[in-house]
């Protein structure tokens, strides 16, 4: 099975009883560096898919939680180097497939050349990259295509319906549904009209559909049950780290509904 | 650079340039430029797109255009030949004098244009980020003017740096908010001036002030300053009796320049010389100067030149001026440098604050520290070409600079 495949397989597999699979997004070295693998570990006890954020100086589509993470992950000497050497390093590694959500320019510095053979052999599966429209991702998307890895697509409730459909049919892994027009990390009310525009995309997409940006409560998961396949928890899940709680449990308790 | 363009295709975008046909469709000059923003924004880069290709130069549009800078901005501005200048460097100094529009910088040009276009697509709110506050204090006026509510970002550091600019859009009636994210400058203030159009992408009109950004805010903006170069050019050919060897701006996101220089591009005999904010040194950090000690990357949209580490993290910048201190430039500049048509310099926080006491004593004039890198520039062309015929863009005013210059300048004089 190629990597990008493993992706799709994981949030059908995990969302095939009705309840959206959980993709849950960790920055990369934050807290410390020390804790990343064993919170990545963590994480992945009930986690379906992981995006593992690499900090950037300059993140304009987050919020104040995932700054503060950046910040602290990049005073914390987090680099795209470190973290690949780390993950192909795992003692042991999560069952849930691994995405690397990043900003351009630090991949850019890496290489695009030499960027997917590098993420592959650290067992990275898909790439997020926010600040990547899909007019300008033909050389990043073919570089990765060459190791089967998936390049997502995000589309928001302000996309016209024509760009939707031609986002969720080029999508690769799933499809990031904003949930919102906003930064990371806001509390969300899921209004009908953001089940609509999910239904709308689901409909186009030949991959599965999560939904994200905002997703902090139970309520939030059930409401979006059947109209999403998955749900991606991003600040929250970051401040439960930051307090030291538990990932695992609080990542259950979003389904508990 | 050499690596970004191989010799063959610098000759052509240099034909392309100057045929006025780049940005491409794409919003590309060369490699440069484009649109890397989040998908929020994609429709409301091509709304502002639809508009400025609808808008920008037709006729009822220029006309409103041309009444506001006349009837209100107070263009066109003068060209004064700077006698004590001239003298004292041994050349002949010609003074665009930007310093004179309203509000005391070339900013306005753009911001009451910009404005002009955020009304014609319905903007109920204008969000603007300012570095030096003279983006900031245009964008408030011209919203006052036009009757639309103006927020300001703009980093903590820089507001108290220029503190009175603070004061001045406050009472334009513009909101001001403190950035205390990322470096606390201008860098950090167009973050959070993102981060609120992401929120409202289409009821908001985001005024940026400077040749930066995603496609089309390069190309607006250029074509929003041009006046700076089209009245200068138009004024040479009277008042000095024929075109300048040389002009000079200085460079910090690069508005002022490229409004200067663009008019300019196909006049082979002109020289064109913008200077970037050499800071204390060249190292990583000490300086703003994007072109001379950059690397390509994408920043803020586009991909241009950047003062970035090893790993793409955008590095924090230091210049006196802070109208300057930013770590990406236009990527216009970033083409016109690799395809050699303009060169770029440095000066730095010394030579600047020394060209401001000449030129305020020699001239009367107290230019921004900014337009003072430009002048610094200038002093060493004319001692490198004596009795050359220089026109340097005097981009603004010095007032704004008082605290700077009450803690350099005037604390050496006791
Ligand atoms: C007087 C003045 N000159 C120059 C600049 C630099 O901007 P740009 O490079 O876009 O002209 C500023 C920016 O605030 C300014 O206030």
């Not at chain 1, 139970?218 to 749900?231: E, F, I, T």
């Not at chain 2, 920008?56 to 501005?77: I, K, M, S, V």
């Not at chain 2, 001001?176 to 959070?192: M, Y």
């Not at chain 2, 929003?224 to 460079?251: K, N």
């Amino acid at each position: 099975m190629l990597p990008r495949d493993s992706i799709s397989e994981a949030i059908r597999n995990a969302s095939a009883g009705g309840k959206p699979a959980l993709v849950a997004f960790m920055t990369a070295g934050f807290p410390s560096r020390e804790r990343f693998a064993a919170d990545l570990l963590k994480v992945g006890e009930a986690a379906d898919l992981i995006e593992i954020g690499l900090p950037f100086s300059d993140p304009m589509a987050d919020g104040m939680t995932i700054q503060r993470s950046s910040r602290v992950a990049l005073a914390n000497g987090v680099t795209l180097d470190w973290m690949l050497a780390e993950l192909m390093t795992l003692a042991n590694r999560p069952r849930a497939p691994l995405l690397l959500m990043s900003y351009l320019n630090p991949l850019l510095a890496h290489g695009i050349g030499r960027l997917a053979a590098d993420a592959c052999a650290a067992g990275i599966a898909g790439f997020i990259v926010p600040d990547l429209p899909f007019e300008e991702c033909a050389e990043l998307r073919a570089a990765l295509a060459a190791e089967g890895i998936a390049l997502v697509q995000m589309v928001t409730p302000v996309t016209p319906a024509a760009r939707l459909a031609m986002l969720a049919r080029e999508s690769e892994g799933f499809v990031y549904a904003v949930t919102m027009t906003g930064t990371t990390g806001r509390d969300v009310a899921v209004p009908d009209a953001v089940l609509d525009y999910l239904d709308r995309v689901g409909s186009t997409a030949a991959v599965p559909v999560c939904a994200g940006f905002g997703i902090r409560h139970a309520a939030q998961v059930a409401r979006l049950a059947g109209h999403a396949d998955g749900v991606i928890v991003g600040s929250a899940l970051v401040e439960v780290l930051e307090r030291d709680g538990d990932p695992a449990e609080f990542l259950r308790s979003l389904r508990s509904i | 650079m050499t690596s970004l363009l191989a010799a063959d295709e610098a000759g052509r975008l240099l034909a392309e340039e100057l045929a006025g046909r780049l940005p491409d469709a794409r919003g590309r000059f060369g490699p440069f430029g484009g649109r890397y923003v989040p998908e929020t924004l994609v429709p409301a880069l091509d709304r502002l797109q639809e508009g400025v290709e609808r808008w920008l130069h037709a006729e009822d549009f220029q006309r409103d255009y041309a009444r506001e800078l006349a009837g209100w901005a107070g263009r066109p501005t003068a060209l004064t030949r700077a006698n004590g200048l001239s003298r004292e460097w041994g050349a002949e100094v010609w003074l665009k004098r930007e310093d004179l529009a309203h509000t005391g910088a070339h900013k306005i040009n753009n911001a009451v244009g910009q404005a002009l276009l955020a009304k014609r697509l319905g903007a109920k709110r204008i969000v603007a980020e300012t570095g030096a506050g003279q983006h900031g204090v245009a964008s408030a006026a011209a919203c006052a003017r036009l009757g639309l509510p103006c927020v300001v970002y703009m980093g903590a550091v820089d507001m108290e740096r220029q503190a009175p600019n603070v004061g001045r859009m406050k009472l334009l009636g513009a909101e001001v908010i403190p950035v205390t994210s990322g470096d606390q400058t201008l860098r950090a203030a167009i973050d959070e001036a993102l981060r609120d159009w992401v929120a409202d992408p289409m009821g908001t009109y985001y005024l940026l002030g400077s040749a930066v950004g995603p496609h089309p805010y390069p190309y607006l903006v250029r074509e929003l300053q041009s006046v700076i170069g089209r009245e200068a050019r138009a004024q040479m050919l009277t008042a000095a009796g024929g075109l300048p060897d040389v002009a000079i701006a200085c460079v910090g996101g690069g508005s002022n320049a490229i409004g200067l220089f663009h008019p300019f591009l196909n006049d082979g005999s002109v020289m064109l010389l913008g200077i970037e904010a050499g800071g204390r040194g060249s190292g990583l950090g000490d300086n703003a100067a994007t072109l001379a000690f950059g690397r390509p990357g994408v920043l803020h949209g586009s991909f241009t030149m950047l003062l970035q580490d090893a790993h793409g993290q955008i590095q924090e910048t230091h210049s006196v001026s802070a109208g300057l201190d930013y770590s990406g430039v236009g990527p216009e500049h970033a083409l016109l440098q690799a395809i050699g048509r303009v060169r770029y310099e440095v000066a730095s926080d010394d030579e600047a604050l020394a060209a401001v006491d000449l030129c305020s004593r020699l001239e009367g004039i107290l230019p921004a520290l900014e337009s003072a890198h430009a002048l610094a520039g200038a002093r060493r062309h004319a001692m490198e070409h004596p009795g050359s015929r220089i026109l340097v863009g005097l981009s603004g005013r010095g007032d704004k600079d008082m605290s700077t210059l009450q803690a350099t300048l005037l604390a050496e004089r006791g």
